[in-house]
T-cell receptor, first 114, second 110 residues
Framework: SAVISQKPSRDICQRGTSLTIQCQVDSQVTMMFWYRQQPGQSLTLIATANQGSEATYESGFVIDKFPISRPNLTFSTLTVSNMSPEDSSIYLC???????????FGPGTRLTVL | DAKTTQPPSMDCAEGRAANLPCNHSTISGNEYVYWYRQIHSQGPQYIIHGLKNNETNEMASLIITEDRKSSTLILPHATLRDTAVYYCIVTSGGYNKLIFGAGTRLAVHP
């Protein structure tokens, strides 16, 4: 398995501001993903973080709102821009291991927007 | 990826086996069945996966029907710590993006 950490673990932010969430994994991985889990809901994939190139976004998510960086094989960031209360969610990163054909999730970042 | 159908909730007595069903009637030949669980808004935890043979690990057993249209996750001796939402996901590559359904909320009671 992989050890994945996320920072911050939680935050309370004012509307109109932006928050950058960091995801660090303890080994080099090919695939990294960002998910959102709105209150009481299941997980929804935001995007695939591609190393050295632009992220691949799912339908309903755009780069201007959720810019993603992935400078290397162990680190990625997700920014939630111009936040509104509707952005209050848990944001999770995950990594895919080709060798085990399995995906592992970070502990999540709980975001509350006032 | 094929769609899955799970019951929204189930109950289980502590110490008994928990059998969680999943229907995936449109699964294709190269798709695997994966199970994850999420305990109280923590990150989802990988449990087990399989293609067509039954699988067992230290956490659970996975029984896949011969036609592969359904499967059952078995927790042989459920404990209170197994209370969680269990997700059944069908995908051609577990390392790749996953599409989560609503899952089954399992409540284990004393």
């Amino acid at each position: 398995s992989a050890v994945i950490s996320q920072k911050p673990s939680r935050d309370i932010c004012q509307r109109g501001t932006s928050l950058t969430i960091q995801c660090q994994v303890d080994s080099q991985v090919t695939m990294m993903f960002w998910y959102r889990q709105q209150p009481g809901q299941s997980l929804t994939l935001i995007a695939t973080a591609n190393q050295g190139s632009e992220a691949t976004y799912e339908s309903g998510f755009v780069i201007d709102k959720f810019p993603i960086s992935r400078p290397n094989l162990t680190f990625s960031t997700l920014t939630v821009s111009n936040m509104s209360p509707e952005d209050s969610s848990i944001y999770l990163c995950s990594v895919g291991h080709l060798s085990t054909d399995t995906q592992y999730f970070g502990p999540g970042t709980r975001l509350t927007v006032l | 990826d094929a769609k899955t159908t799970q019951p929204p909730s189930m109950d289980c007595a502590e110490g008994r086996a928990a059998n969680l069903p999943c229907n995936h009637s449109t699964i294709s030949g190269n798709e695997y069945v994966y199970w994850y669980r999420q305990i109280h808004s923590q990150g989802p935890q990988y449990i087990i996966h399989g293609l067509k043979n039954n699988e067992t690990n230290e956490m659970a057993s996975l029984i896949i029907t011969e036609d592969r249209k359904s499967s059952t996750l078995i927790l042989p001796h459920a404990t209170l710590r197994d209370t969680a939402v269990y997700y059944c996901i069908v995908t051609s590559g577990g390392y790749n993006k996953l599409i989560f359904g609503a899952g089954t909320r399992l409540a284990v009671h004393p």
